[in-house]
Structures are given as structure tokens and as C-alpha cells.
């Protein structure tokens, strides 16, 4: 049994952080009921190449990045905006426990999917609104991207090399915005479970990526408001400790993070370079980071003379944070990654063999559970609508448009 065994989710967003949200919690076992639309379905559905090869190899329609975030979901296709089609929500919505949905400020209300409307059919029910920029404010009905975001908080002027270096700020390789608003999402949507359980009570919850990004600052939110500095990029160097960052090695680069001064001593000893310890200002990290631009040269020079293998190998033998930059192939294929089994197998319709990368929460008494594949659009709507309608009900709806998938 899974840790959220028994909790019933209604899931009306699309995309990545409403959809990661309701990923995690199918993987820890509740029921996730994913509405889509017929016949198009989540907007990710059509965001390929590149797409899943079916069990001969040819190329399906279901693509990697639907893939990445709907697993474990049951997919209902339904017509929201038709009397028919909303009727139906209502219907699971009276069962459910939890809504998600990520439209716009007060686009649902013409549905009569809001929070009021769905909260008088079920009083318990826990809603959690994810936009751009939240329920208020002078951007609260404008919509919202990973990317603007990225660069609305401050975070893309934190990222990327210096301008004297390379110039222009960079957004984060993956849509950080949206995993972590998916991450808060899930954190506050048990959060509210749990709070039932004391009050008795449902209740609506309003998450902002921007509100997301601006607190996922952390340390460098935390700096400027310590200094009244706003940070700058400084490419792959840390603002706060040295050495911290990539070098070049004879062939590639590799990193380095040493956190502490022992392990800086240790870094020394292990690169057979101890006459920096006989230096007073790369003794202790204040004064490393005060001095960085005399360190840094000479480290840079000194990590030439070897490959990166060598060095890697050296500092590690001392247990100086130390590491290779791998490639998404390279990664997927360390070992250590290997063992923990972050690389799973979930038979798909069209592809026994299908993978996708697993959830990295281990639990020991209510582990994670991978019941089946992402789906195909609209392949649980029978499923789930007949505990509502009967066959010849959900027939009729299908031939108006009303609902699609396959009906028996």
C-alpha cells in the first residue's frame, strides 16, 4: 500500500508543475484522475520529437515529455466546457480529495470549476490553484512561463558567466520553476490533508512560481538583503566559498567543492601542491574568497598537467567533494545511479520495453510503486466514468464529443 493509499486526486492542469505535482503523488498511491481534452489532450502530448518507438521501433505520438510526468495517472478525456462535460467533473469532484489545476486567474469560474463551486459540492475538498503569479496582485491574471519566471526573479541574473567573460544571462537547463512549484505544490497539499484530519475542514491553496522562484533564492536572496549587494553571475564559481567550481584538466573539465578548510589542506595534499598552505590568504575560506583572483590562476595552471581522470582519482582518495561532468548518457549510466534504481522499466501499451527515469523518494514501510505506464489519451475514461454512467450513457457522450477514449 502506498503512503497516500485511499486519497482521490482531480487533476485539471497541464503541463509540468501541476502535472509533477500529481505525478508525485500517484507515485506515493493516490488515485490521480488526469483530465485531458478530447482529442488533443495535454498540451505536452504534441510537444515532440522526440517521441516513444513502439515495440518494432517505429515512432508513436507519445512523446518524452508528456512521458516524464504522468505516470501512475489514470487519463479521462472530457469536454470541460460543455454543461455534459462539467457535470461530470462535478461528479468526481464529490468523491475526490484533492484538486489541482493550473489555468488562469478566474478562467474556471465560467465552468463553475473554482474553488467555491467545487468546495459547495464537497466542503472537504483541498484545491490547489498553481499560476503564474498567483490569485492577486497587478500581474495575477497574466499567464506564466518556467522562462519568464527564470528571469522575473532574479535567478537568470545569477546564471551564466560573467559579462567580461562571456556575457548574457542563462536560463537553468531544465524548467526549474515548474519542478519546484510542483514540489511546494505536493508540500502544501498534504500539508492540507493533514490539517483536515485536526479541523475537519478542506481548504483552497494559491501557489505563485514567481512567488516559487523568488524564495528558491536562498542563499543569494538571503545575501542581498545581508549586503544590499545584488549578486552577480559568476558562471560555475560560489559566491561564498573557494574552491568551488569547474577547472580545466589536460583533456576536459571537472569539479571541485571543497567546503570546508580541512578539506582544502586535503585538496592541497592530494594535487602535491602543499606551498599554498604556506600562504596566509588561502588558509581559511574568507580569505580564499577575498583572494580568490590570486588562487584561482595558480590552481587553474596547476590542474593543466594531468587529465581529468588523474586528478579525480587523486582528490578523491582524500574524500574531497570531486566530480566528472557527465552527460545526461554518461549520468544515467553511473553506478551509483545503477544501484539506486533511478532507471525503471513500466510496460506501456505500445512498448513492453518502455523506460522512464523513477522517483528518488525511498520510503521503507510505503514505498514508491510504478502501476503502469504514462497514458494514452483518454485510456482510463470508461474506466473511471462508469462509476458514474452506464455504458450506454458514456456511448452518447462519446458520439457528441463529450467525452473520448475508447468506450467497451
Not at 43 to 61: F, L
Not at 330 to 346: G, S, T, Y
Request: proline share 5%; hydrophobic share 40%.
Amino acid at each position: 500500500m502506498g503512503a497516500l493509499q485511499g486519497i482521490r486526486v482531480l487533476d485539471l492542469s497541464r503541463v509540468l508543475a501541476g502535472p509533477w505535482c500529481g505525478q508525485i503523488l500517484a507515485d506515493l498511491g493516490a488515485e490521480v484522475i488526469k483530465i485531458e481534452r478530447p482529442r488533443v489532450g495535454d498540451d505536452t502530448r504534441m510537444w515532440g520529437p522526440p517521441w516513444m518507438p513502439d515495440q518494432d521501433g517505429n515512432m508513436t505520438r507519445e512523446s518524452g515529455y508528456f512521458q516524464c510526468t504522468n505516470r501512475n495517472k489514470y487519463s479521462v478525456a472530457v469536454d470541460i466546457t460543455t454543461p455534459e462535460g462539467q457535470a461530470l467533473i462535478y461528479e468526481i469532484a464529490k468523491t475526490a480529495d484533492v484538486v489541482i489545476e493550473n489555468y488562469k486567474t478566474g478562467s474556471l469560474v465560467k465552468y463553475g470549476l473554482d474553488y467555491a463551486s467545487l468546495s459547495e459540492l464537497n466542503p472537504n475538498i483541498i484545491y490547489c490553484s498553481i499560476t503564474g503569479f498567483g490569485q492577486d496582485g497587478p500581474r495575477a491574471e497574466e499567464p506564466g512561463y518556467d522562462f519568464i519566471i527564470q528571469g522575473m526573479s532574479g535567478l537568470m541574473s545569477i546564471t551564466g558567466e560573467p559579462d567580461d567573460v562571456a556575457g548574457g544571462a542563462q536560463k537553468v537547463g531544465v524548467a526549474v520553476v515548474d519542478i519546484q512549484t510542483g514540489l511546494y505544490s505536493t508540500i502544501a497539499i498534504q500539508a492540507a490533508l493533514i490539517a483536515r484530519s485536526h479541523t475537519g475542514r478542506g481548504q483552497y491553496i494559491d501557489m505563485s512560481l514567481l512567488d516559487v522562484q523568488v524564495a528558491a533564492l536562498a542563499n543569494q536572496g538571503m545575501n542581498y538583503l545581508a549586503s544590499g549587494k545584488a549578486p552577480q553571475r559568476m558562471g560555475n564559481q560560489h559566491p561564498s566559498i573557494v574552491p568551488y567550481q569547474t577547472f580545466k584538466a589536460k583533456d576536459k573539465e571537472f569539479i571541485i567543492a571543497c567546503g570546508n578548510d580541512k578539506q582544502f589542506k586535503d585538496l592541497c595534499i592530494a594535487i602535491s601542491y602543499p606551498e599554498l598552505l604556506e600562504n596566509e590568504k588561502f588558509v581559511r575560506n574568507q580569505d580564499r574568497v577575498k583572494y580568490r583572483d590570486e588562487l584561482i590562476p595558480l590552481l587553474s595552471k596547476h590542474f593543466l598537467q594531468k587529465t581529468a581522470k588523474e586528478w579525480v582519482d587523486r582528490i578523491h582518495a582524500l574524500k574531497v567533494p570531486v566530480g566528472v561532468i557527465n552527460s545526461i548518457e554518461d549520468a544515467l549510466a553511473e553506478p551509483q545511479i545503477v544501484h539506486r534504481n533511478l532507471v525503471v522499466n513500466i510496460p506501456h501499451r505500445l512498448n513492453e520495453n518502455f523506460q522512464t527515469i523513477g522517483s528518488p523518494i525511498k520510503l521503507s514501510d510505503t514505498p514508491v510503486e510504478y502501476h503502469h505506464a504514462p497514458p494514452e489519451l483518454g485510456e482510463h475514461t470508461a474506466q473511471i466514468l462508469s462509476r458514474f454512467k452506464t455504458a450506454e450513457e458514456l456511448a452518447t457522450l462519446k458520439e457528441k464529443g463529450i467525452i473520448d477514449g475508447k468506450i467497451a
